[in-house]
């Protein structure tokens, strides 16, 4: 009952920006602390950013620290990550997670998840 789906993938060419999204339904949305994390294939799935409750508290991983934006509206049950300055490191599925208020880096800590949306930059 409780889905995370995510929108708003493709193909950008380094430099470029894009915004992805996450709609949430079947869950309290503000009972839940939400992330974004990536994974390339091969690799492991790596924290990329997480929002709390309210949209006040942010933490971003350094790697992406000054280059991506998460938001939530809680009025629409929703969270997004602009990208922008995008690189080739940075393609990967990005999915969405949900998880409670104390929930930190680890994919561990997340309840719920999406079912990822491709990113793919060019170089």
């Known amino acids: 009952q409780v889905q995370l789906v995510e929108s708003g993938g493709g193909l950008v060419q380094a430099g470029g920006s894009l915004r992805v999204s996450c709609a949430a339904s079947?869950?309290?949305?503000?009972?839940?602390?939400m992330a974004w994390f990536r994974q390339a294939p091969g690799q492991e799935r790596e924290f990329v950013t997480r929002?709390?409750?309210?949209?006040?508290?942010?933490v971003y991983a350094e790697s992406v620290k000054g280059r991506f934006t998460i938001s939530r509206d809680n009025a629409e049950n929703t969270v997004s990550l602009q990208m922008n300055i995008l690189k080739p490191e940075d393609t990967a599925i990005y999915h969405c997670?949900?998880?409670?208020?104390?929930?930190?880096?680890?994919?561990?800590?997340?309840?719920?998840w999406g079912q990822g949306t491709q990113v793919t930059v060019s170089s």
């Open positions: 079947g869950l309290d949305f503000t009972f839940y602390a």
């Open positions: 997670a949900a998880g409670p208020s104390a929930a930190g880096n680890s994919p561990r800590d997340y309840i719920y």
């Open positions: 929002i709390g409750r309210f949209g006040v508290h942010t």
